[in-house]
Every structure is written in C-alpha cells, then in structure tokens.
C-alpha cells in the first residue's frame, strides 16, 4: 500500500510539543476552582485503625475539609477482577502506603503541611508480607471473603480459594506428565525467584476529579479510560454518559496506569467538597501505589536419549500484594508463557496469585512474561549442560514450527522462531572477537498478547481533503496516535500531515477496552482502517450518485478521488452533492471477536515473539556485569514507522536490562526498604550495552492493517535469562535469584572457587 509523503511525514505531531514544551500533563492543567489534595498513608504493615483525629488539621487556614473512610463506606468496595479495594482505608490497612485520609486545601504545601496533623491510632494485626508467610497454616487472612467480579475486565474472571490468601488459580494440564517423566532418559529440576519491580513512570499518577450535581469529569494519565468509567459508574452510581474521562500526554505508563489506580479516591474527594481536587503524587508515593508482581517458580522438564522434550511441569506463585487489580490476569499469563515456542506432548501447569501484606501488585509490560521467561529460559541452558547439549541446539530440535501448536487451546504459531535465533546469533555485532573472557548467551520467548479484540474508531475526512481519527487508544509515549493517523492516511491515500489524531475524551472517543497488551496497532489499527473504508466509501457514494459513474472506477488519490479521466477535489465532491461550500463524511468502525469472519476470536490474537542474544564481560574481583553487545530480535509482521518500532524495542530491553541487574522494591517484614527514587535503582543509558542491534523481522502476516503485529513488550522477556546463561556458560555460576547484583555474582564467583 503507497503512502503520500510530505516533507514532516516521518515526525511523529507529538515529539514536536514534548521538545519544544508544549506539550499538556495532567500537572499542567489547572481548572477553575481546583483545590490540591495530599493523601495520609498508612505507616503500618497491617492494623486495624481505631480511631482518626482530623481536628488539629482542619483547624489549618486553608484546609476545606479531610476526607476519610467513614465518609464513603456506604459506595462499598470496588475493582476490576475482584471487588475487594474500599475508596480509602475505613477499618483497617493493609500495607504500608495504603490511603487513609486525604487532606483537601486551597494549595498543595497546606494540604501536606496539615496532613502531618492527621492523628491515627493502630492496632497492629498479625501480618503475612511474603508468599510463604501468606500460605502458611494459620496465616492471617488480607481478606476473609473474595467477591468475583466475571467478565468485569477480562473475559471470565479469578478463581479464588476460600478462607486463604490465594485470590486465583489458574490450571492448565495436557496428555500425561507422570507417564512421560517414567520413561525419560532424565528429568532437570529448578526453581527461580523474580523480586518486585516498581514501574518508575517519569510522570507519577496524577488525578484531577471535578464532582458537579449528577456529573463527574476526570483528568487522568489513565491508560484504560473507559474501566476507569465503568468503575467509577458502579460506585457512586452515575450513568456512564454522566462520567467524562479525559486523558492528555502520559508520561509513562508500562501498565502503572492501566486498569484504575487512584481515580476512586480523588473522585471521592471532589464528591466531598463539591469542587475540582487534584491530587498529584509523587514519585515515592506511585512506587507505594502499585508494583510488578514478584514470583516463586518452580520448573521441571523430562527429556528423551536425543534431547527432545517429553513433558513440562511448572508451578508459579506470584505475590500480588494488599489487593488484587489484575494479578489474577499476570498469574494465568505466567503460566502460558513459561510454555515458550516449544513442543510439549505432555504439560502440567498451575500458576496462583497470592494476597501479601505489601503493595499491590499490577499489570507491567508484558504480564507475567519477565517472571516466567527468565525461569524458563535459564532452566533450558542448565537441561541442555545436563545431557550434555549445546543450549542452542537443544531449543532448535525442540522449536515448533510455524503453524504448530504449543497447546490444543492456543492458536497456531504464525512465526518461525528458529529465523529468530538465527538472525541474532549471526548478528554482525558479534563478529568481532573479544578477550577469551567474553561471555554469550541466549533466551527466545513467545507469548501471547492481546485477547481482547474489542475496539472502535471514528474518522472524519472534511471538505478540505484534512482528516481527524478520534480513538480512546492513548499516547503514553509508544506513538499510538501516530500510528492512527498513519493508518488513516494510508486507508484514503492522503498525506500523514493533513491527519490528526485527537486527544483521548470519552465523551468524543468511541469505546475501546484499553491500552496494553500489545494490542493497539493491530486492534484498535483495524477499527481505524475499516472507519476509513467507511469514510471513502461514502465519498464513493457521493461521486457515483452525482456524476452517475460506477463505483468500482472510482479511486482515492491525494485531495480527492480519481473517476479514470479525471480528479475530482473533496471540495468538488461535498460543494455539488450537498449544494453548500461545506461537509464532511463520518465513517465509523468496529472490531470484536466477530470480526473478519471470527478470524480474531482464538486466542492469542497474534504471537509476541523475541529472541536475546548478550554478550557480558565480569569483572571477578567485583562481581560487576557488564553487556558490550546485545542483539535483539523480533517478528513483528509490519513496521508501520520504523523509528517507533525500534524504540520499542530497545526502550523495552532496556527495562529487562533493570530487572536483570538492578531493580528491586525490598520489603523487610512488610516495610518498603528503597521505595524512592534515590534509593530504587534504575538503568542508565550508561548501563545500555554500547553496540545494540535491533532486528525486526516483516513477513506481513499479521492480523493487523497490512500485516501487522503488536510489539513492545515481547523484547523485555530475554534480556536477564540470556544474561544468566552467558554467566553459566562461561563463568560457571547459576544466579537463580533475581536481579543479579554484583554481590551475588561475587558471591557466586567465591563459591565456585
């Protein structure tokens, strides 16, 4: 499909304001009558509150009013898989961070000086702040009921176990494990552990909620605007037209700002005063806000004499803290992708997300994915030393081929790994020889994004041939409206300049179920290309009516249509049909599992494919890990703006980079160690390797408008587990415990001598 070019077609309309400032954060916006909220959190791991004394704080000049649990116990509880989170604290707490008043003042430095006069009384419970504690006999209960909420968010819902802290199960079983472990020629067995990880947005969440009559209106940095909606619907019971929800710039979210985080509680503030309220956190506050869920992994396979694997069992335990937003969705997605682009005749699956006394756990890039990809991946390297295989040749005999299936219930495989594995091992980045101290290692993952084809569009092709595209899809800095737009332009053939992607409003936005999962280019990129094909197909409509000409001659072209002999402008079109030198055209489009003939239904709409290939040098003096070279592939169908596509790419390996050596949010006995930005550490560009190849592999054949597939996340799941194998191949060490600090690998180092 040609695209028009113009001299700014390849600058994405947004990079411009963020560069030259321009560009609107929820920081930056200020409504009429707006006060500034400061929230009081719990310093207590988990206690009943016996009292809260408001007194002194609202004695404050300034402070309008504190809002605590008892003014809104009557709204109940809320969430989007189980309903288990109250607004605000009301009886007890149940992590240390969790919200237990709101100080309301005319400017944010009264509000944080008076919520230091909030006085709270605790009754300290028993606590249960790890994944073992929580599954003792006897552990104290973080909730003693689970109210489920199905098809809430995803498509079905938890599947708790009363009277304990698992919140869901998933299980998935194929052939007959038992029977294939009886007659394998051996059976490896590890188990791995993955920390909790803080997203670390740029910008924290921040909420402004203006409550008037039987409205609400919420600015947010929200990635899934219309959950925010329907949650908001449900608890103070509005009709969802009465909810507006309006998203500017986001300044990162990787799945911090997915689902619904604070929009409840500032809500609930505004209904209070009945004015505007804007609480921003900060940085430290976000990090006690949600968090990737840590994990317990427990593998095993069993192999043949020639080193094909016979079965797989894993059990995955995954610490989803204080409450469960979408930790029942991480674990179930845990459990498919510690499955990888393997064959298995013979599978054995469970993976349970466990309630902890710590911050709750949340969707981050690729759910799941980096927990079960850095156990499998490293546990195929220490199969392979163990029959004596080379590691890379034991994944190729052991790779399905494209069109096969990993498991009966999951689709098709619609890429072929081995060209993967082979475009990164002969990367061009690695012809140059090293020191003999020098390091490689490997780690693929497949895994599977995207099972909710839900999503609408609305394009609107004016008489002047400019376009707008109106989506609920949201910029958090991936290039989605970018894409939009370029969709657009490409569907009716005009230039990308004369095409703008509208700000994210749910009152001019159509629905879309939300940003995540790798899914916008494909999903919400189908619904734009067909409300393009709608647009065009009425400008058809309008030619072959007026000049009485077939349709079938009648071509887009630039500015207008092109009937064969001749071109007619848009403003010829829409002046003559509609007789007034005005008009547009409204197409409208529409994805659900029904579309393309139910081609879109089976999950997972398409493969997330990558594979990671590092080389590291250690310094065996230190323990320090250091990544000179790293290549990076994946299948991504079609690039759409190749610019975009690789900063995806390397932005998301730079985040497997962080897990991997750096990054984790350290609780001792419940209590946040590091959760601030000068004691939590992330990647510099620094600690980027020097010489990065990213390749991209385009076979257009994806789902997606021409071919496409989603990508973003998949090159996040090799990074630590390919680390870890140049580690044991060369240096002989296993790190089962992530990140791989230096101590460790020190440590590693002496044990092995």
Known sequence: MSNPTDSMSSVRP???????????????LVVPGMLHGFVVRSPVVHARIVSIDTTAARLIEGVVDVLVGADVASFGRWGVVLKDRPIIAIDRVRYVGE???????????????????????????????????????????IHERHENLEDFYFKGGARPTQNSNV??????????????????AHVHEDSFT????????????????????????????????TAVQKVLSRLFGLQLAKIRVVVPFVGGGFGGKASVKIEPLVAAASWKVRRPVRVAQSISDSMLTCRRLGAEITIRTAVDAKGRI?????????????????????????????????????????????YTNTVPGAAFRSIGGPQAVWAKESHMDNVAAAIGMDPVEFRLINMAGRGERTRPDLRPLDMDMSELVGRVTQSPVFETQGSNRRARGLAVAATDPANTPIANAIVRLKIDGSVSVSVSSIEVGQGAHATMARVAAQTLQQRFSAVTTLRTDTDIAPYDW?????????????SVESAALDAADQIFDMVADVWELPKDSLTLVEGGVSTGSEVLTFHQIFHRALGVDSGEVVGRGGITPRSKKGALAESPLFWETSAGLAEI??????????????????????????????????????????????????FDDGQPVNATPIDYTIPRITDVPPVFDTILVENGDGPGPGGAKGMGEGAILPVAPAIANALFSTYGIRITDLPMTPEKVWRALQKRK
Not at 18 to 27: F, L, P, Q, S
Not at 100 to 119: G, P, S
Not at 640 to 663: C, K, P, S, T, Y
């Open 194 to 225: 993955f920390p909790a990880i803080s997203h670390f947005a740029m910008e924290p969440h921040t909420v402004i909620a203006d409550f008037q009559g039987d409205a609400l209106t919420i600015w947010a940095g929200a990635q899934t605007p």
């Open 310 to 354: 016979l079965a797989k069992t894993a059990k995955l335990l995954l610490d989803g803290g204080a409450y469960s937003d979408t930790g029942s969705a991480v674990a179930t997605k845990s459990a498919n992708r510690i499955m990888g682009p393997y064959v298995m005749p013979n599978l054995r699956l469970e993976a349970s997300a466990v």
């Open 14 to 28: 947004d990079l411009i304001e963020k560069v030259t400032g321009r560009a609107e954060y929820i920081t930056d």
């Open 167 to 184: 919140f869901h199960t998933y299980r998935s079983s194929v052939g007959d494990v038992d029977a294939a472990e009886a007659i394998a």
């Open 99 to 141: 919200p237990v008043a709101v100080v309301i003042a005319e400017t944010v430095e009264i509000a944080e000086n008076a919520a230091e006069l909030v006085d709270v009384e605790y009754e300290e419970l028993p606590r249960a702040t790890t994944i073992r504690e929580a599954l003792a006999d006897g552990a104290p209960l």
């Open 617 to 666: 040098v250690v310094d065996e003096d230190t323990g320090q890990i250091h990544v000179p070279r790293y290549a990076s592939a994946a299948d991504v169908g079609r690039v759409i703006n190749r610019v975009a596509a690789e900063g995806q790419d390397e932005g998301a390996a730079a985040m497997g980079f962080g897990h991997a050596l750096f990054e984790e949010l350290e």
């Open 514 to 526: 939300g940003t995540g999962a790798s899914r916008s280019t494909v999903v919400v990129g189908l």
